[in-house]
């Protein structure tokens, strides 16, 4: 059993950044596929970026290419998604993902643990 916590979410100018930040409980974190999905409302939840186990690839929507970044530390059991440039299109909640095994196909759809939630809202 995962259990996912999220943090850092808040209310931020546009232009403006955040790191968000996931702390996962149990063993084997490096053994899992981590990610970040968001869902504004009235949407569904979409992927935001994913990285494998070992950190050494990564996968971003379009949408955020270039402005975000997700990174893992698996000393600390912990994913982070650092977000620059923030747009008022970027409000949501965003939610952490443990999927095990490989990043591939891993979507809102498909993954093992997810967290509660951060909310993070970007005013114009």
């Known amino acids: 059993q995962v259990q996912l916590v999220e943090s850092g979410g808040r209310l931020v100018q546009a232009g403006g950044s955040l790191r968000l930040s996931c702390a996962a409980s149990?063993?084997?974190?490096?053994?899992?596929?981590m990610g970040w999905f968001r869902q504004a409302p009235g949407k569904e939840r979409e992927s935001v970026a994913v990285?494998?186990?070992?950190?050494?690839?990564?996968y971003y929507a379009d949408s955020v290419k270039g402005r975000f970044t997700i990174s893992r530390d698996n000393a600390k059991n912990t994913v982070y998604l650092q977000m620059d440039s923030l747009e008022p299109e970027d409000t949501a909640v965003y939610y952490c993902?443990?999927?095990?095994?490989?990043?591939?196909?891993?979507?809102?759809?498909?993954?093992?643990?997810w967290g509660q939630g951060t909310q993070v809202t970007v005013s114009s």
């Open positions: 993902g443990a999927k095990r095994g490989g990043p591939g196909g891993f979507s809102p759809l498909r993954g093992d643990y």
């Open positions: 149990g063993r084997s974190f490096s053994s899992y596929a």
């Open positions: 990285i494998s186990g070992s950190g050494a690839s990564t």
